[in-house]
T-cell receptor, first 107, second 119 residues
Framework: DAKTTQPNSMESNEEEPVHLPCNHSTISGTDYIHWYRQLPSQGPEYVIHGLTSNVNNRMASLAIAEDRKSSTLILHRATLRDAAVYYCIGSYGKLTFGQGTILTVHP | GAVVSQHPSWVICKSGTSVKIECRSLDFQATTMFWYRQFPKQSLMLMATSNEGSKATYEQGVEKDKFLINHASLTLSTLTVTSAHPEDSSFYIC???????????????FGDGTRLSIL
């Protein structure tokens, strides 16, 4: 699995966009970039994943740098329910969770 | 869709007893399931990969005689913590992937976890 680096914490206001960065400079060509999030006392929840192209789904967008050494998870309009720990993982197969980014959303 | 159910959600037991945790994929078949452990304020740590019909693959440093995994069907994997001690107290989480191959990029679907407290 690729080593990933994320900010320890970020803050946002409700209904504003949030850009969560992730560096994965050692990612291999076959590793996908996965994003999961975890609310307190719950299991993680899948958010989005991609390989090279930008990806969109109902939850978020994933912007992948052309050299694949970094990516950004975009929440278009943050809600209070989006407050969680967000994990960026570079892997194919098993998932190795790092420390993630604690996202705080202010009303 | 893609729901994973984990049971029990919370268990307290005395030191020395064994505890079984069940993980079920409710609406899909899972050849492979994963077991994680999470200590307070820490990230998830992969313990083992559970393969239907074969032996589990344990991560380095995880005692396979301590954490028994059985994956008897395509929808059920169990983790038994044998002779549990207070240091085994943790949040145990399972996940399953709706895919045939272990090495797949398909998302993992997680259960809600089991909080285990050993007195």
């Amino acid at each position: 699995d690729a080593k990933t680096t994320q900010p320890n914490s970020m803050e946002s206001n409700e209904e504003e966009p949030v850009h969560l960065p992730c560096n994965h400079s050692t990612i291999s060509g076959t590793d996908y970039i996965h994003w999961y999030r975890q609310l307190p006392s719950q299991g993680p929840e899948y958010v989005i994943h991609g390989l090279t192209s930008n990806v969109n789904n109902r939850m978020a967008s994933l912007a992948i740098a052309e050299d694949r050494k970094s990516s950004t998870l975009i929440l278009h309009r943050a809600t209070l329910r989006d407050a969680a720990v967000y994990y960026c993982i570079g892997s194919y197969g098993k998932l190795t969770f790092g420390q993630g980014t604690i996202l705080t959303v202010h009303p | 869709g893609a729901v994973v159910s984990q049971h029990p959600s919370w268990v307290i037991c005395k030191s020395g007893t064994s505890v079984k945790i069940e993980c079920r994929s409710l609406d899909f078949q899972a050849t492979t399931m994963f077991w994680y452990r999470q200590f307070p304020k820490q990230s998830l740590m992969l313990m083992a990969t559970s393969n239907e019909g074969s032996k589990a693959t344990y991560e380095q440093g995880v005692e396979k005689d301590k954490f028994l995994i059985n994956h008897a069907s395509l929808t059920l994997s169990t983790l038994t913590v044998t002779s549990a001690h207070p240091e085994d107290s943790s949040f145990y989480i399972c996940s399953a992937r709706d895919a045939v191959l272990v090495w797949s990029n398909q998302p993992q679907h997680f259960g809600d976890g089991t909080r285990l407290s050993i007195l």
